[in-house]
């Protein structure tokens, strides 16, 4: 993926032993497409060598507002006007002060001062002891750099160099390029609030086996991540996976179907936007044995019955004031008629069908649309990409029935 295809960033550093993963960020930027310009701070330069990070960018850094290599020595003008965006990476707890204050002592400081504000975002990743992190001075000035129009990433909390441990480590520059490429999405959601879930469930026959699928829950999570890059309040009912939380979305773990079904129907009614992306188990085991179910040596396998799960998504669908409810349909053949055939049973406006044991696993996928106006099909793509095309075409869908 190159989300920032075109994208020119200059990547501005301060002091702080976490300017290392400046390195990783640049690299990471450049892989997405971006075009990356570095400027440093005196106290940078302590840190890493503006030889390193030149040879990372390809471009020259700049550490100086003396500095003369711009025709007209006006750098602090130049290197914004043609950026889209100055990303801080680490942002000290000094250099959030001075731009606070307006100061401008040092190259970067000055260009984050003279950027043109309504088309060029400040984003800071705050990087500090987490003594520093706490003081009503470092609170109030991030707070002000907000309300000045800054984009505050993080901070995590974690082992700190320092060898103490709390808030103020800088985040990962996964985490930093994350943060960037969700700034530049549509905001198609903004105001709206959307319940996703995802992954299998795990119907427990005994304390050690049970019935579950192959769902790995990543086109669910994909689906949670494009929904809060497009603006919207997202909370995720996630089944057993091994998956990291989306950046700005609320995360709720079960295991079981009749969990999910109590999570959903906890919260449901809080929502807009309903996006039934689990695989959720159709029957669990009446009675659930106390202990391991172990072979006797006879050769006849344990027989039990089964009774039929709750259907989560059918409950939502029949509310008197429901959201707007998108179901999805994993099938093994003839994927348009299961499609349509659930659609109308469930009573949803749209269903997505997929082919699960196509995509279960799988880092790519491809979706049909079905709705009242037809059929569409969202081509072969990595599961993210088509996350965001189907957050666009739910919002399409959300935004007219509002207007009607």
């Given at each position: 993926?190159?989300?920032?295809?075109?994208?020119?960033?200059?990547?501005?550093?301060?002091?702080g032993?976490?300017?290392?993963?400046?390195?990783?960020?640049?690299?990471l930027?450049?892989?997405?497409?971006?075009t990356?310009?570095?400027?440093?701070?005196?106290?940078?330069?302590?840190?890493?060598?503006?030889?390193?990070?030149?040879?990372?960018?390809?471009?020259?850094?700049?550490?100086?507002?003396?500095?003369l290599?711009?025709?007209?020595?006006?750098?602090?003008?130049?290197?914004?006007?043609?950026?889209?965006?100055?990303?801080v990476?680490?942002?000290?707890?000094?250099?959030?002060?001075?731009?606070?204050a307006g100061?401008?002592s040092?190259?970067?400081?000055?260009?984050?001062?003279?950027?043109?504000a309504?088309?060029?975002?400040?984003?800071?990743?705050?990087?500090?002891?987490?003594?520093?992190?706490?003081?009503?001075?470092?609170?109030?000035?991030?707070?002000?750099?907000?309300?000045?129009?800054?984009?505050?990433?993080?901070?995590?909390s974690?082992?700190?160099?320092c060898?103490?441990?709390?808030?103020?480590?800088m985040?990962?520059?996964?985490?930093?390029?994350?943060?960037?490429v969700?700034?530049?999405?549509?905001?198609?959601?903004?105001?709206?609030?959307?319940?996703?879930?995802?992954?299998?469930?795990?119907?427990p026959?005994d304390?050690?086996?049970?019935?579950?699928?192959?769902?790995?829950?990543?086109m669910?999570?994909?689906?949670?991540?494009?929904?809060?890059?497009?603006?919207?309040?997202?909370?995720?009912?996630?089944?057993?996976?091994?998956?990291?939380t989306?950046?700005?979305?609320?995360?709720?773990?079960?295991?079981?179907?009749?969990?999910?079904?109590?999570?959903?129907?906890?919260?449901?009614?809080?929502?807009?936007?309903f996006?039934?992306?689990?695989?959720?188990?159709?029957?669990?085991?009446?009675?659930?044995s106390?202990?391991?179910?172990?072979?006797?040596?006879?050769?006849?396998?344990?027989?039990?019955?089964l009774e039929?799960?709750?259907?989560?998504?059918?409950?939502?669908?029949?509310?008197?004031?429901?959201?707007?409810?998108?179901?999805?349909?994993?099938?093994?053949?003839?994927?348009?008629?299961?499609?349509?055939?659930?659609?109308?049973?469930k009573?949803i406006?749209?269903?997505?069908?997929?082919?699960?044991?196509?995509?279960?696993?799988?880092?790519?996928n491809?979706?049909?649309?079905?709705?009242?106006?037809?059929?569409?099909?969202?081509?072969?793509?990595?599961?993210?990409?088509?996350?965001?095309?189907?957050?666009?075409?739910?919002?399409?869908?959300?935004?007219?029935?509002?207007?009607?």
């Amino acid at each position: 993926m190159r989300d920032l295809q075109g994208k020119h960033i200059v990547l501005g550093l301060t002091g702080g032993v976490a300017v290392y993963k400046a390195a990783e960020l640049c690299r990471l930027l450049q892989a997405n497409g971006a075009t990356v310009q570095v400027v440093m701070t005196d106290a940078a330069c302590q840190f890493i060598t503006p030889m390193t990070m030149q040879a990372l960018s390809g471009r020259p850094v700049y550490t100086s507002q003396w500095d003369l290599r711009q025709n007209n020595a006006m750098a602090h003008i130049n290197l914004t006007r043609q950026a889209d965006a100055i990303v801080v990476a680490p942002a000290s707890a000094d250099f959030m002060a001075q731009l606070v204050a307006g100061r401008a002592s040092e190259l970067l400081a000055l260009l984050c001062l003279a950027r043109p504000a309504e088309r060029c975002p400040l984003l800071l990743a705050p990087a500090m002891n987490r003594e520093m992190w706490v003081h009503p001075a470092t609170q109030r000035n991030v707070q002000q750099v907000v309300q000045d129009g800054a984009i505050i990433m993080g901070p995590a909390s974690g082992a700190q160099a320092c060898g103490e441990v709390g808030q103020g480590r800088m985040l990962e520059a996964q985490e930093m390029l994350d943060a960037l490429v969700a700034y530049f999405q549509p905001k198609v959601l903004s105001g709206r609030r959307v319940l996703v879930t995802a992954g299998p469930t795990f119907e427990p026959i005994d304390p050690v086996r049970g019935i579950t699928n192959h769902s790995s829950g990543k086109m669910g999570f994909a689906i949670a991540r494009a929904a809060s890059e497009a603006g919207a309040d997202v909370t995720l009912v996630a089944g057993p996976v091994v998956l990291d939380t989306p950046a700005g979305v609320q995360r709720m773990d079960v295991q079981t179907a009749q969990q999910m079904f109590d999570a959903v129907m906890g919260c449901v009614r809080a929502h807009d936007i309903f996006i039934a992306t689990a695989a959720v188990a159709d029957w669990r085991p009446a009675k659930t044995s106390d202990y391991k179910i172990k072979k006797n040596g006879s050769r006849v396998a344990p027989q039990f019955e089964l009774e039929e799960n709750p259907d989560i998504l059918a409950s939502v669908a029949a509310l008197p004031e429901r959201p707007y409810c998108v179901g999805f349909a994993a099938e093994s053949h003839d994927l348009l008629h299961h499609a349509r055939e659930k659609r109308q049973r469930k009573n949803i406006p749209l269903i997505v069908g997929n082919l699960g044991p196509a995509t279960f696993g799988q880092d790519d996928n491809v979706l049909l649309l079905v709705d009242d106006d037809g059929v569409k099909e969202l081509m072969r793509a990595d599961k993210l990409t088509l996350a965001r095309q189907l957050v666009a075409e739910i919002a399409q869908r959300v935004n007219a029935q509002k207007t009607a």
